[in-house]
T-cell receptor, first 114, second 112 residues
Framework: KAGVTQTPRYLIKTRGQQVTLSCSPISGHRSVSWYQQTPGQGLQFLFEYFSETQRNKGNFPGRFSGRQFSNSRSEMNVSTLELGDSALYLC?????????????FGPGTRLTVT | GENVEQHPSTLSVQEGDSAVIKCTYSDSASNYFPWYKQELGKRPQLIIDIRSNVGEKKDQRIAVTLNKTAKHFSLHITETQPEDSAVYFCAATPGGYQKVTFGIGTKLQVIP
């Protein structure tokens, strides 16, 4: 079974621009979560989607948004990029059954804002 | 919301020694506590998890303990090996398992 994939793997953007990142979960997984990883802050939760609905949201500004499609693929969008948005963005999918809550992470998208 | 504190931030041990990483959480509703290992340049991977109705869980050289009263949980690695060198993240999830709050991470270095 294929793992979680993310595209693109690397991205360089300029302040003020917007960016869209994509995540394809493991087949059959309906929950997709997004995290921002930085050296000083660790893994910070952005939001989680399940069956096209956002179930939870972290403490990030409204510039960060996401969505999930009927095939469970998810995208996150960051508008009006700031230098501080430079980070590794990880998505993770989960089967979400009573027995399994393991999150399977993708390789991440390394975003650099200049 | 949930807050997870993790310490130490870095840990160096000699090969064969034990390593202990400790975490505390704030939300008494949290009931699922996974631990993830992230090797350099790789994605985080689950190594062990524990639910709130269990006090201890072991898997070969790895064990996790949970003290719900004190809101503490710990990762224990025995007989450490160089391949255990990585960043370890603890996490806590309140009811519903959907929103996972991670600790800051512990960089473990096992010295051969």
């Amino acid at each position: 079974k294929a793992g979680v994939t993310q595209t693109p793997r690397y991205l360089i953007k300029t302040r003020g621009q917007q960016v869209t990142l994509s995540c394809s979960p493991i087949s059959g997984h309906r929950s997709v979560s997004w995290y921002q990883q930085t050296p000083g802050q660790g893994l910070q939760f952005l939001f989680e989607y399940f069956s096209e609905t956002q179930r939870n949201k972290g403490n990030f500004p409204g510039r960060f948004s996401g969505r999930q499609f009927s095939n469970s693929r998810s995208e996150m969008n960051v508008s009006t990029l700031e230098l501080g948005d430079s980070a590794l963005y990880l998505c993770a999918s989960s089967l979400e059954t009573a027995a399994s809550h393991e999150q399977y992470f993708g390789p991440g998208t390394r975003l650099t804002v200049t | 919301g949930e807050n997870v504190e993790q310490h130490p931030s870095t840990l160096s041990v000699q090969e064969g020694d034990s390593a202990v990483i400790k975490c505390t959480y704030s939300d008494s509703a949290s009931n699922y506590f996974p631990w993830y290992k992230q090797e350099l340049g790789k994605r985080p991977q689950l190594i062990i998890d524990i639910r709130s109705n269990v006090g201890e869980k072991k898997d070969q050289r790895i064990a996790v303990t949970l003290n719900k009263t004190a809101k503490h949980f710990s990762l224990h690695i025995t007989e450490t090996q160089p391949e255990d060198s990585a960043v370890y993240f603890c996490a806590a999830t309140p009811g519903g398992y959907q929103k996972v709050t991670f600790g800051i991470g512990t960089k473990l270095q096992v010295i051969p």
